[in-house]
């Protein structure tokens, strides 16, 4: 498979065994362009698709198909390109770096920027249905991070104020017999997201916390609007303090965890936890957190587009969660919004400087720090929202297992 840009062509042999698959990368004088090509002869762009996708068991798309298709072959494009020399990926964006608010783009993430445009994949204004948007995410989070293996992993039900509510228990071989515990509500916009999209992201956390981490599968909007998280959010919390003994879990160590929509819902049971007979949590990471329903911010504008995670994404997803304008003002909605944050968990925000939701997030961090709450707030300057997954970003899987670490500290050390 050939893939041409305006300053080079990369050459990427895709074998089915092989990831990142082997490349070649040869100059190019002539027009630019976007061209295919089979690794093993000479066929139209559409055969030489249907060949690889034949091989990866795939339905043919990466130009022609659907954008869960193109995006389920593209990953293996870009995590070739990505582990190419500086030099190299320099001379394939063919551009300057991306320099906005005072920071700069990794230049990494710019190629994986230019790359999705170039195969096809176009975040901005490219909706979709839910149903797609669901299994968009799936597969786009498939080959994003390297799987932790050494860990005891099972599946449960417990009750929910609507039904049962499915949670994946993680604990690392070795643990001590009695540890902390972190429930962790995955992101997604409320809309998508299962166990199965944060699996590799909760084995991380399991393993490099040294807590029992347990997620949680809440339900969806739209089939399920606000408050339906937050109450199976809120009802798995307290089933696992109620079964600390159970599980093994050192008791009054239960933290609470999420990113981004996940985060808004872990923001929430530290708040509403605080004034209720259920045990708030002894410490709470919120990464990239959805904090206002309002989208208010100056980031919102400022990254509105270009960065993966747009505007119109966030208010497609607010429809879908928040359809009545009416809750948004809510601290069940918005954290943000809540008046009196003395008392709550200490705190460990993360945001991406390249994200829409920074400025709320960082907002979110000030507003604790001015009630008293402990917080550390840090905010990874050259990256894009998302980074917490991004296992195939070099030097992604070291943000992740820092913030991971930070989290693990906070359980460990808070009294």
């Known amino acids: 498979m050939t893939v041409s840009f305006a300053s080079g062509i990369i050459k990427l042999t895709l074998c089915r065994n092989s990831l990142p698959p082997a490349c070649t990368v040869m100059s190019r004088n002539s027009k630019s362009g976007f061209t295919l090509t089979s690794a093993f002869h000479e066929c139209s762009p559409r055969d030489a698709i249907s060949q690889f996708a034949r091989a990866e068991g795939h339905s043919t798309g990466l130009l022609f198909g659907n954008m869960s298709e193109r995006r389920s072959l593209a990953t293996r494009v870009i995590q070739a390109v990505l582990a190419l020399p500086d030099p190299i990926i320099d001379r394939l964006i063919g ?26 994949i176009r975040a901005d204004g490219e909706q979709g249905s839910v149903a797609e948007r669901r299994v ?29 509510i499915p949670i994946r228990i993680y604990r690392r071989f070795g643990l001590p017999e009695s540890a902390p515990a972190i429930v962790y509500l995955h992101g997604g916009g409320w809309v998508t997201g299962d166990l199965d999209t944060h699996d590799a992201s909760c084995r991380l956390l399991a393993d490099e916390s040294e807590c029992i981490v347990v997620a949680v599968d809440y339900r969806l909007a ?11 959010a809120v009802a798995a919390y307290r089933w696992v303090h109620d079964h600390v003994t159970e599980l093994s879990i050192e008791p009054g160590r239960v933290g ?6 996940g985060a808004n819902l872990a923001a929430v049971i530290a708040q509403v936890t605080r004034d209720t007979d259920v045990p708030a949590p002894v410490a709470q990471c919120l990464v990239y957190p959805a904090t206002d329903a309002y ?8 990254f509105a ?28 909605a918005s954290p943000i919004e809540q008046k009196d944050l003395a008392g709550v968990a200490p705190a460990l925000i993360v945001t991406a400087g390249f994200d829409p939701l920074r400025d709320e ?7 604790l720090v001015e009630a008293g709450v402990p917080t550390r707030y840090r905010c990874y300057d050259d ?31 808070t009294p």
Not at 138 to 163: E, F, K, S
Not at 295 to 302: K, T, Y
Not at 361 to 367: D, M, N, Q, V
Request: charged residues 25%; aromatic residues 6%; negative net charge.
């Open 361 to 367: 997030g960082r907002r979110y961090a000030e507003l």
């Open 136 to 164: 968009e995410m799936r597969r786009a989070t498939a080959l994003a991070m390297p799987v932790r293996t050494g860990l005891h992993v099972v599946d449960r039900r417990v009750p929910g104020p609507a039904g049962e």
């Open 383 to 413: 990256m894009v929202h998302g980074f917490f997954g991004m296992g195939i970003l070099p030097g992604g899987m070291a943000m992740a297992t820092e913030i991971c670490l930070g989290m693990g500290d906070l359980m460990h050390d």
């Open 295 to 302: 989208l208010r911010e100056a980031s919102h504008q400022i």
């Open 222 to 232: 739209p089939e399920h609007p606000f408050p339906a998280a937050i109450d199976d």
């Open 95 to 120: 551009a300057p770096p991306v320099a906005l608010d005072g920071r700069v783009l990794n230049r990494r993430l710019q190629a994986m920027i230019v790359l999705s445009e170039r195969l096809g």
């Open 305 to 332: 587009t270009g960065f993966f995670l747009t505007r119109e994404s966030m208010e497609w997803f607010r429809s879908k969660y928040l359809p009545d304008p009416s809750d948004w003002d809510s601290p069940l």
């Open 256 to 261: 609470v965890m999420g990113d981004s929509a």
